[in-house]
Structures are given as structure tokens and as C-alpha cells.
């Protein structure tokens, strides 16, 4: 009997799009009687079947399962060395991989939960939302489910990966390297510049009374009045070139996303076109990091106004002499409406997208840390737009609002994890750490050392 198909065309289309780029292969995916085929296009003769689709992976708004599987108790390697969880069943079937020849049949539904994961399905729809309009880490099925620190998806296209090679033994697959990518908001590019003096002085008042920081009190009226055409170098909030500094020890390029609206009162300080932001952004460009935007507060669910601010990033860049090859971003507060705000960004014309991470906890939200092309479960559409998953912004970790660690032991330790996590995939290890939060040696410390571990 003909199984549903669960997976359109257009799904299948944007599934082999993921296999080709993680593999190197072009596949060709199709529904047989028998569940869902898997050949390679250039190789003569052999399959993999996917025998199981969990319906639960295709449909909006279903509490799923989870089960676990030991892939080293059945002559498979695990990438994380250690059991791997698989959402959407209660029970797995054992042997879980069957091979005879050059077939293979696999009875868990590893393109269902790339699906799943990818296309962020369980977002769609939900109420459960926190102050901020987001979807909390701890409504996940990964949080509630143990793997929220795991890139489940990548972990089980590992496996795929071995199934591939057992059998196409002659097939070279792709291999990837570790990476790692840093990139700051700047939703403060100054502490005093752009505030209105009466703000200032409830601040100066702040810095003598409440902390007795007769530094910062002095400190204040001279950054305000002195920021003219350049950011003070005694402004505290003023870290641009310690952190492309600190990128470049590294090898690694920064990218700055800048705020070019104000929808709210959550909104930036700032004004892209004023004349010391200009200067910043072509210190940046003069230095070879990247210049990307931070769409303001009230745009997550408003396309045209995202639309309208990446216009204006790019027309402020192009009449300072600034070009790329493509504009990217990430969500003011990582506000994220799926797949509106995933629409909006490549209604805008924007090259990717980096928001998608929790603001409570760190981690895999996608299941993944390798960048991909995004698809809209909703309109059933592959889109020019690329999603470069988000694994962990300091704020979540440090501040008191979200985890709240504050020691040196504590703070290395949760970064530490994900990183080794994405090296043992070979993914791409993703940070957020914004230009304003550096204002001491211990910062500084940790931002180095999360580089270096």
C-alpha cells in the first residue's frame, strides 16, 4: 500500500538542495510504495529506502514524542559520541539500519525531522510566547526534551553520511571544516552620545550616588561633549576596533548589524546618516568586516518596514563608497515570527539571516549549526534567502533576566559545550556578543577566551 505523501514536490526539491550541500552529491528523492527513495544521480545502481514518515513532523501544533537511539550498539558511529535523540517517536525499531549490498533501509525518519527542524514547524502558530512577542526555549520540544544543546539534525545527516558511504563505498563525500563566525548588534553604539542631556545628567547622578563611580561621573559629560565626528575613545560602549582587532588575531571577519529605523520605543539611539555612524561604518568597511542590519523592534511582523530599512542600510552604504556582495542581519531582541518574519527577510532582498537562537538559552534552535537555504512551509516555496543559525548570544548566558552565570568557570563551560559540539559536526560555531557589552577586563577576558577554547 502507497504510503502518504507527506513531503510536496517543491519539500523534496528543497531536501535535496540540503543533501547536496552537506554531502556533495546531487540525490533525487521519491515516493515509492515503500516509503521514500534515496539515489544518488551520478552512481549506477543502489538506494536507500526511508521506510518510516512520523506524521507529527508534517503537521502544525502536535505534542511529539521523543526516543533515543545508541547508533555505537549498532556498529555506527555517533558523532557526539554518546546516544542520539530522536524526536517524534516513542519506540524505535531495531536493527534501526538494515543493509544488504547497495541497499539500505532506514526506519527513522531523518528527512522528516530535517523538515521539522529546519522549517521550524512547531513555532508555527504557537500563543506561548514571552513579553517580547518570541517563542521561549523552554516551550521546545529540545528543551523539554533534553537535547536543546545537541545539533540533532546534523548528528543524524552524520548517519545518513555513513549509510551513503556503505552504500556508494566508491562515493567521496563532501567534507566540511569547523568554522566559526562572530557578529555584533549594535543597538548602543555609544553610552552618552546620542542620549539627550537631561538623560545624561539622571546618568551622572546614577554614577555618583547610587555606584560612587566618580570616574564614570566625569566621564559622561566628556564623551557627550566631545563626540563630534568620531566615537569618543573614552566611551565605554565604543569596543569597534578592539573587537576587529580581536577578529583578526583570529582570522575571523566581524559583522556589525546597525539599526536603520525606529518603530519603538526599543528602538536604537542612533541615526544611521549621522555623521559619526557614517565615519563607523566606513571604519569598518576600511578594515574588511562586514556592515549588516538590525531591522527595529516593531518590524518582525511588518515586511514593508523591514523592507523599506535594509533599502535605507544599503543606500547610506552605497553613497559612502561602501560595497558587498550581499547584506545580511539579524532580528532586533531575535523578535521572530515564523515564517512571517523568515518572508519578510527575503521579500527584502536580504542574502541571510542569522536570528534564529532562543534568548533564554543557548543552543541549537534549528538543530543544526551549518548555514542553509530557507524554505516556507506555509506558501510550500524554496526562497533566495539563506538561514545561518544562531547558537548563542552572551546576553543569555550572562545577564540576570536570562541565565544569569556569572563566573569565569560557569560562563566558558556553557560556551565551551557548543562549540565542541559544532566541531564535532563540523559546523559552524555562530556568537553574538554586542559592542556594549564590554565595559570591564572580565568581559574582555571571556570574549577572548570563548574565541580560543
Known amino acids: 500500500m502507497k504510503q502518504y505523501q507527506h513531503l510536496t514536490p517543491a519539500a523534496l526539491s528543497w531536501l535535496q538542495s540540503i543533501l547536496y550541500e552537506r554531502f556533495g552529491y546531487a540525490v533525487d528523492l521519491a515516493y515509492t510504495e515503500s516509503g521514500v527513495r534515496l539515489t544518488l544521480s551520478s552512481q549506477i545502481g543502489g538506494q536507500i529506502l526511508f521506510a518510516e514518515q512520523f506524521t507529527g513532523f508534517y503537521e502544525v501544533g502536535l505534542d511529539l514524542p521523543c526516543s533515543i537511539w545508541d547508533a555505537e550498539a549498532e556498529g555506527w558511529s555517533s558523532a557526539l559520541g554518546h546516544p542520539i535523540p530522536a524526536p517524534g517517536v516513542n519506540k524505535l525499531i531495531s536493527p534501526l539500519i538494515k543493509l544488504s549490498g547497495q541497499q539500505a533501509v532506514v526506519r527513522y525518519d531523518i528527512l522528516g525531522l530535517t523538515y521539522w527542524m529546519l522549517n521550524r514547524i512547531e513555532e508555527i502558530g504557537r500563543t506561548d510566547l514571552d513579553c517580547h512577542g518570541r517563542f521561549p526555549a523552554t516551550s521546545s520540544h529540545a528543551f523539554k526534551h533534553g537535547y536543546l544543546q545537541r545539533p540533532v539534525v546534523d548528528e543524524w545527516l552524520n548517519i545518513l ?26 543597538d548602543s553604539p555609544s553610552l552618552y552620545a546620542f542620549k539627550p542631556w537631561r538623560t ?24 557627550k561633549l566631545l563626540t563630534d565626528k568620531n566615537l569618543h575613545s573614552a566611551d565605554p560602549y565604543n569596543t569597534f576596533d578592539w573587537l576587529m582587532d580581536v577578529s583578526e588575531a583570529h582570522n575571523l571577519k566581524s559583522a556589525f548589524y546597525f539599526i536603520c529605523g525606529h518603530t519603538s520605543s526599543m528602538d536604537a539611539d542612533y541615526d544611521l546618516e549621522h555623521p559619526v555612524i557614517k565615519e563607523l561604518l566606513q571604519r569598518i568597511h576600511r578594515r574588511g568586516h562586514e556592515i549588516g542590519l538590525h531591522p527595529s523592534y516593531g518590524t518582525y511582523q511588518k515586511p514593508e518596514e523591514l523592507k523599506r530599512e535594509a533599502e535605507h542600510l544599503s543606500t547610506v552604504c552605497s553613497r559612502l563608497g561602501i560595497t558587498q556582495e550581499r547584506y545580511g542581519g539579524r532580528m532586533h531582541y531575535l523578535r521572530w515570527d515564523h515564517p512571517v518574519t523568515l518572508q519578510a527577510w527575503n521579500d527584502a532582498n536580504l542574502s541571510y539571516d542569522s536570528t534564529l537562537t532562543y534568548a533564554d538559552r543557548p543552543g541549537f534552535r534549528c538543530g543544526t549549526c551549518f548555514e542553509y537555504p530557507a524554505f516556507n512551509p506555509l506558501t510550500n516555496k524554496e526562497l533566495q534567502l539563506r538561514i545561518r543559525p544562531l547558537i548563542v548570544m552572551e546576553a543569555t548566558v550572562i545577564d540576570s533576566v536570562y541565565m544569569g552565570l556569572s563566573t569565569t568557570s560557569e560562563i566558558l563551560a556553557v560556551f565551551e559545550n557548543l562549540k565542541n559540539n559544532c566541531r564535532q559536526v563540523k559546523g559552524c560555531f555562530t556568537v553574538l556578543w554586542h559592542n556594549s557589552s564590554l565595559n570591564n577586563s572580565f568581559d574582555c577576558y571571556i570574549y577572548r577566551a570563548i574565541l580560543e577554547i
Open 161 to 186: 553520511g555513513q549509510v551513503i558511504a556503505k552504500t556508494w563505498p566508491h562515493a567521496e563525500l563532501r567534507q566540511h571544516q569547523f568554522s566559526m563566525k562572530v557578529s555584533h548588534d549594535v
Open 200 to 223: 545624561v545628567i539622571r546618568m551622572m547622578a546614577g554614577h555618583l550616588l547610587k555606584r560612587r563611580n566618580i570616574k564614570a561621573f566625569f566621564t559622561a559629560p566628556y564623551v
